[in-house]
């Protein structure tokens, strides 16, 4: 439990040093992301075909009560109970976690797109190059960027044995945006 502390302290942090608030360490050691670029629609939309059978067939797996062909629900809560019944798959069929990490990265990014206005993004932070939800704010120039790599998020998540890491990380995301959006002064 402490040491689930301590990850979603440094998540805040992170989030905090990419809202332009001076988190609580030393300047040396605050969260630096560069955007290389925002993704093509063309990316964007290569990506989910390539991903979003996977979701489809987690959902199948684990919530067969949802059919998401046409969509699926837009709440972390959803994600939650699929990567929990993941974890607690003891069967020869379970998936791997790669297969997860595809799908839910995908969703979670989907979800964050529709409800906090996050783009899908390619940066470069000091762990290299990923993908991640990055959320410009209403205006560029008074506040950071928020960067939210999912992919990099649930891979860091693989045998934490909470069940509410993307409620968790969503209720956080959304406050700092909301506060972080709130906050800028336009023109």
């Given amino acids: 439990m402490c040491k689930l502390r301590w990850i979603l302290v440094f998540v805040v942090l992170i989030l905090l040093a ?9 300047k040396d050691h605050a969260y630096t992301f560069t955007v290389k670029h925002q993704m093509t629609r063309q990316e964007v939309t290569d990506l989910r075909k390539q991903h979003y059978p996977k979701l489809e067939n987690f959902s199948h797996l ?11 629900p ?5 994600f ?23 799908a839910v990265g995908l969703g979670f990014g989907m979800l964050l797109e529709q409800t ?34 999912q992919y990099s998020y649930i ?8 069940a509410e890491v ?4 969503y209720r956080q995301l959304e406050h700092i945006i909301t506060k972080n959006d709130s906050e800028q002064i336009d023109p």
């Fill in 18 to 26: 990419g809202c332009g608030r001076k988190p609580k360490m030393s």
């Fill in 62 to 72: 684990y919530a067969p009560q949802l059919d998401i062909k046409s969509g699926f």
């Fill in 74 to 78: 837009a709440r972390p809560e959803y």
């Fill in 80 to 102: 939650d109970v699929i990567r929990t019944k993941w974890l607690l798959d003891t069967s020869n069929e379970k998936p791997s976690f790669q297969y997860l990490q595809d």
């Fill in 116 to 149: 906090l206005d996050m783009k899908w993004c390619i940066i470069v932070d000091n762990f290299g190059e990923s993908i991640s939800m990055v959320h410009f704010g209403n205006n560029t120039d008074t506040c950071e960027k928020i960067s939210f790599p």
């Fill in 155 to 162: 891979q860091k998540r693989e045998n934490v044995m909470n």
């Fill in 166 to 169: 993307f409620s968790d990380a």
